[in-house]
């Protein structure tokens, strides 16, 4: 498990070294606004393409391959990222980026195949960790090595740091990741009649409780990511804040997340069940969406920053967990990878959602409308399976 949660740090950190970068390198090669919106979503939207292809892979031929592959994919589309010297090529570099990156449903599947499941939310827990992680340590590093001058940025440097912690995470995995698929497992998956993407799909979301769950991982992560978009435009017409103030706070969001993930949620889950976590972090997230419309004042922003931290931390491992315990050991990768494209997905139409309404309504309705989703996830949840 130690290798993996460094694998998945690492290449999340490459990813997040970019992200701050990326709308200021899309306008170095004349994008306009529009097209900027583009260019972030095109990496989403390839993960989304990808990640049922790379898990329904990992169940025939086993996870490490696929591990490797797309690592060393990664470090190729960062390196032509940072080279990029035309439009066409920056988008082209992202959507092979985002094309590597559906690997993520296959580390899930890792996970589900190395745990009980007794330790199946621990195991989920401890990936999302390494993302938390990854995404607090990426941007900064990102930053440094761009410079404080948007004008004047240097690109390639945080592009080639990315490559080469794509190359660490793939050095760690060709000299210490074992193959977690037995080979018993592939032989009964090689035997069976292959299924086509789409019949990996009706599968997914018609097989017993799973579109349930699917569904609700969607739209917390819908709810989230908006929240996450419009944040920072909301704190400086509340706050006057800057990109530096938030991304002390976001940091510390992370920081929480990691630590619940990572430590809390495995032993949560042993006392609650992944069912009733599911609950508690929906109703956490309506309470802490509705809080930040209420927010007047720092203390009363950070009580709130926590409660949604905790809400997601919880409810996300716990719905990985509990989608990966209703299907066949020969169906982790697969459904894995539909239930990975859900939440890719919902980091595609999310921000943009989030940001009709601060446009077309208010700056506060992206939280109100995000608080009335969750109360709907937290319905619904009450309808999730027990774990015996």
Not at 284 to 303: F, H, R, T
Not at 326 to 336: N, R, T, W
Request: glycine share 10%; net charge positive.
């Amino acid at each position: 498990m130690l290798i993996l949660f460094l694998i998945v740090f690492v290449d999340l950190v490459g990813f997040g070294i970019i992200i701050p970068l990326l709308p200021f390198y899309g306008e170095f090669h004349q994008a306009s606004p529009d097209q900027v919106g583009l260019l972030m979503a095109t990496y989403s939207l390839t993960q989304f393409i990808a990640a049922p292809f790379w898990g329904r892979l990992s169940d025939r031929i086993g996870r490490r391959p696929v591990l490797i592959f797309t690592l060393a994919g990664a470090a190729a589309s960062y390196v032509w990222l940072g080279f990029a010297h035309t439009l066409w090529a920056l988008f082209a570099a992202r959507a092979l980026g985002g094309l590597m990156a559906g690997n993520i449903s296959t580390a899930f599947a890792y996970v589900a195949d190395i745990t009980s499941p007794e330790n199946r939310a621990k195991g989920m827990g401890i990936v999302g960790a390494a993302f938390g992680l990854g995404f607090i340590a990426g941007p900064a590093i990102g930053g440094i090595l761009a410079g404080p001058d948007p004008m004047n940025a240097d690109y390639r440097s945080p592009s080639l740091a990315a490559a080469a912690l794509s190359v660490v995470a793939l050095v760690l995995a060709l000299a210490i990741l074992k193959e977690s698929l037995s080979e018993e497992i592939r032989a009964r998956i090689a035997a069976r009649t292959p299924r086509s993407r789409l019949a990996h799909f009706q599968y997914a979301l018609t097989h017993r409780h799973v579109g349930l769950l699917i569904l609700l991982s969607f739209l917390a992560t819908f709810v989230f990511a908006g929240m996450e978009t419009t944040f920072a435009m909301w704190s400086r017409r509340q706050f006057g804040w800057g990109p530096e103030q938030n991304g002390y706070l976001f940091a510390f969001v992370g920081i929480i997340s990691a630590v619940i993930q990572g430590g809390l949620v495995g032993r949560l889950a042993k006392r609650f069940g992944e069912a009733n976590l599911i609950t508690q972090g929906a109703f956490a997230l309506v309470v802490g969406l509705a809080m930040i419309p209420l927010s007047d004042n720092l203390p009363v922003l950070i009580a709130a920053m926590v409660i949604m931290a905790y809400g997601f931390s919880v409810a996300s491992p716990s719905l990985n967990s509990l989608i990966s315990l209703q299907v066949s050991d020969e169906d982790q990768g697969g459904v894995m990878g539909v239930a990975r494209s859900a939440t890719t997905l919902a980091r595609v139409v999310g921000p943009a959602w989030a940001g009709m309404l601060f446009a077309g309504l208010s700056p506060d309705w992206p939280y109100w409308g995000g608080a009335i989703i969750m109360l709907l996830v937290a319905a619904l949840s009450f309808r999730a399976p027990k774990r015996d």
